[in-house]
């Protein structure tokens, strides 16, 4: 079954300082997509970025940029100039068969 | 404006009874999904839909039941079956499945006890 990890439970970063949230996966799949998603604690999701396993540059999105290695697969996240606004779970997903899943994602707490 | 809704945002049931969660989406998305959250969990998909009339199993459909009669509705009835339903519910949509990003509603807080 197809595996993503997020090795980092929790993050801290001093404000208008860069972070990177790390993701890994495991898949044979030769096309498909990475998503980032932000979860503040009133719950919704908030997409953020998406990368796919064929584009031959790195996303970004405003203030968020992903660092896609396809042999190591993997597709860490970076925020620059951290916000306090930033604080919230970041969770990490691929696509996989018309469904996506979710990596057990990190807790980033943004320090004034 | 265009989105997704869930309703209500929390419920609360008695041991042993069904019951339904709404989700509703108005923008014109041909898939919808339903996902469990626990706490410090990500998300596992509970059933998902590409088209209306037709929907697939997730990872952990057991206990849970669904229906897509209309484009716009993917409602979930959590049923006495489902061994630990306290949890929290995201329903999301997207235009196709695959690399399509997923819109997500603002979640159901469900406690059964």
């Known amino acids: 079954a197809q595996k993503i990890t997020q090795t980092q439970p929790g993050m801290f970063v001093q404000e208008k300082e860069a972070v990177t949230l790390d993701c890994t996966y495991d898949?044979?799949?030769?096309?498909?997509?990475l998503f980032w998603y932000k979860q503040p604690s009133s719950g919704e999701m908030i997409f953020l970025i998406y990368?796919?396993?064929?584009?031959?540059q790195n996303a970004t999105e405003g203030r968020y940029s992903l660092n896609f290695q396809k042999a190591r697969k993997s597709a860490n996240l970076v925020i620059s100039a951290s916000q306090l606004g930033d604080s919230a779970m970041y969770f990490c997903?691929?696509?996989?068969?018309?469904?996506?899943?979710f990596g057990q994602g990190t807790e980033l707490s943004v320090k004034p | 404006d265009g989105g997704i809704t869930q309703s209500p945002k929390y419920l609360f049931r008695k041991e042993g009874q069904n019951v339904t969660l709404s989700c509703e989406q108005n923008?014109?998305?041909?898939?919808m999904y339903w996902y469990r959250q626990d706490p410090g969990q990500g998300l596992r998909l509970i059933y998902y839909?590409?088209?209306?009339?037709?929907?697939q199993k997730g990872d952990i459909a057991e206990g849970y039941s669904v229906s897509r009669e209309k484009k716009e509705s993917f409602p979930l009835t959590v049923t006495s079956a489902q061994k630990n339903p306290t949890a929290f519910y995201l329903c999301?949509?997207?235009?196709?499945?695959?690399?399509?990003?997923?819109?997500f509603g603002p979640g159901t807080r469900l406690t059964v006890t």
């Open positions: 999301a949509s997207s235009m196709g499945t695959g690399t399509y990003e997923q819109y």
């Open positions: 898949t044979s799949d030769q096309s498909y997509g």
């Open positions: 990368q796919g396993s064929y584009d031959e």
């Open positions: 997903a691929k696509d996989a068969g018309g469904k996506l899943i």
């Open positions: 923008l014109n998305h041909d898939a």
């Open positions: 839909s590409q088209i209306v009339n037709d929907f």
